[in-house]
């Protein structure tokens, strides 16, 4: 083989041996660009309203803790949260706002709670949305709870 055909070749044998050895990583269950489903708070966290719905239409509680893991959450490490939780430490109001319209209950005091745990993460537009017009107690900001 001459070395101009040599060159021209070794691309294409590249990429035809990467396709195959990709194509066999699929067949033996490898999924390299897979996204993982999400859990709802991991959905809240990140501001992915529609895998959210997903999520619950599918039976999964809005009221309910589940696991984040730090890739979505940095230093969630596993830790389970509410959707409502995980949103106001991501600094996400308009998904505690679509939480609340779709009927997820926040009263005086867990309002309170979650702009304490959105203001330990500097999360200001969760804090501003919480807080509203509303006068909250005061958190204690090295717990990201009230006093």
Same mark, same amino acid.
């Given at each position: ?12 044998? +590249? %990429?035809?041996? +990467?396709?195959?050895? *990709?194509? %066999?990583?699929? /067949?033996?269950?490898?999924? @390299? #660009? ?12 990140? +501001? !992915?309203? @529609? ?12 009221? !309910? ?8 959450? =940095?230093? =969630?490490?596993?830790?389970? *949260?509410?959707?409502? $939780?995980?949103? %106001?430490?991501?600094?996400? %109001? ?17 309002? =309170?709670?979650?702009? /304490? ?5 500097? =999360?200001? !537009?969760?804090?501003? #949305?919480?807080?509203? $017009?509303?006068?909250?107690? @005061? /958190? ?8």
């Amino acid at each position: 083989m001459t070395r101009p055909a040599l060159v021209v070749s070794l691309p294409v044998v +590249g %990429a035809i041996a +990467g396709t195959l050895l *990709f194509v %066999a990583g699929e /067949c033996a269950g490898l999924r @390299p #660009f897979a996204k993982r489903e999400l859990t709802v708070a991991e959905a809240a966290a990140e +501001g !992915d309203a @529609p895998a959210m719905m997903r999520q619950v239409y599918g039976g999964s509680s809005p009221l !309910d803790r589940y696991a984040v893991q730090s890739d979505v959450l =940095a230093g =969630a490490n596993g830790e389970r *949260f509410t959707p409502l $939780e995980a949103a %106001a430490m991501a600094n996400r %109001a308009a998904i505690i706002d679509v939480l609340e319209r779709w009927g997820v209950p926040i009263d005086d005091a867990e309002r =309170a709670r979650l702009a /304490c745990l959105a203001e330990a993460r500097h =999360a200001g !537009d969760a804090v501003g #949305f919480l807080k509203g $017009e509303r006068t909250l107690p @005061p /958190c204690n900001t090295a717990a990201g709870a009230q006093d």
